[in-house]
Each structure stands twice: as structure tokens, then as C-alpha cells.
């Protein structure tokens, strides 16, 4: 059901990969809110994924750029205003990679050049973004602003390796530029931490099965899924949430309040008797 919660606004959407991406929801139900946007990936997403197909489905165009250059997000600023006639009224930022995950180095054992690039790409390109939205006055007063993230920023989960450090920043940088742009231009800016899920990037984390599966067990909600997130951003992006600002908020079914729910512990004795029966 859409209420027409984005009817007139414009945006930005960064890291739409395929149909198992969280970008991807947000971008449908965006589109089904009534908000125009624009899509931004990098060529080789483009050529991997299936932008073009979501671009068709949301009458949206695709700009290519690379998050990590300044010269590739002024051209996306700039596109994306004449595109949609003047500054944006919302951005997302879904963008996170760590070749130190990709190819299975242990946190004690880092390649620092993988590492430089987990922080850039996942972290600093959030900052960056903001800066150039700025010196080029791309969002309008009241604006919203959403990045994805994940509590693995908060709590040590083994195996989420150098990203938890990159997220950790992400957040920390959505605090600092929250305050300087709300005080200037009543813009707003926020993260997301998301239950863990099964997208492609995530499928990569050591582990992620089980993981769903723990985290499933402990909230008493249960797991958020990505339309659920796409649901939750849509408010975010909206009028209703004009006075939120500055917040990590956790959208995973009460996971992050929980120290051991009983269905989790009930399990946990279960291994436990399993294993002395051996």
C-alpha cells in the first residue's frame, strides 16, 4: 500500500546492485511513494548487476561514478539536478566493500592496502558525498539523509572483519555532519543498522547463515527483512521523521537491547547436552 509519503520529493539513490539489494527495495518503494531520483553505481555494477532494469521500472536514470572520487560525486549532484529540476530533497548511501572479507583475512591479519580501500569506499565516500551535497548547496532545507550500516559497528561479531571499523567511522561521520547541516540547513542526517541479510555484499561475510539464523532467534521480532528496511527508510526520507537527526537507528526486530532471549538460550542448552552425551 503507498501513501504518497515522497510525492514531489527528488533524490539520490547510491549502490542499487540487483533485486537482493536494500537499495534496490528502497528505491521501488520510493518510487511507489511518489519520489523521483536518480541512480548512481560504478560501471562495473552496471555491467554485473541489473541496474537497468530497476532504472526502466522506476523511470530513473543511471549516472556511473565512483564514491570515492569528488569529480565522479559533483558529476552526480550536478546530473541529478538537471535531471530532476533543482536540489534533492533525499539521498541514500548504500555503498560497502572489504576485499579483506572477500578473500578471507583474518582481522589479525590484514592487507592495509585492502584496508585503506574498505574505509574508502564504505566510510569516507559518505563523507565525501556530504561535502560536495554542501559546497554545492545540492539538498534542500529539511532534506533527509540515510547510510546504511550494521551494529557489527557497536559489538564485535567475528568475521565482519575491517567493515565493522569502516561502519564505526560511517556513523561517527553522519554525527559530526548531522550537526554542522541541521544548524545550517535544517538537513538531516542518519544511519541505519540493519538486521543482518542476504544480499549480495552481506552473502560474503563469514558465516552470514548462522548469523541470520542467531540473530533471528534473539529478537523478539525476529529479523527485519530488506522490504522492511525500504519500508522504514521511506519515513525516513519523509516529512514525518523532520526532527530525527544525528541517530544510529537499529531497524533488527530488538536484536540490539538483547542480552539472551529464551529461544536462543533454550538452543544453547540443547548443543550443551548434545555434546556431553558424546
Known sequence: MAYNLLKGKKGIIFGALDDRSIAWKIATRA?????RFTL???PVALRFGELDQLAKSCEAEIILADATKISDIEKVFKRSMEILGGKVDFILHSIAMSMNVRKHREYDDLDYDYFQRTIDISALSFHKMLQV?????????????LALSYIASQRTLVGYNDMADAKALLESIARSFGYIYGREKQIRINTLSQSPTRTTAGSAVKGVDGLIDFTDKMSPLGNATADECADFSIVMFSDLSRKITMQNIYHDGGFSSMAMSLKAMNQYNKCLDEEEKL
Open 31 to 35: 518510487f511507489d511513494e511518489g519520489g
Open 40 to 42: 548512481s553505481n560504478t
Open 133 to 145: 551535497a554542501k559546497k554545492m548547496d545540492a539538498i534542500n532545507n529539511w532534506g533527509s539523509v
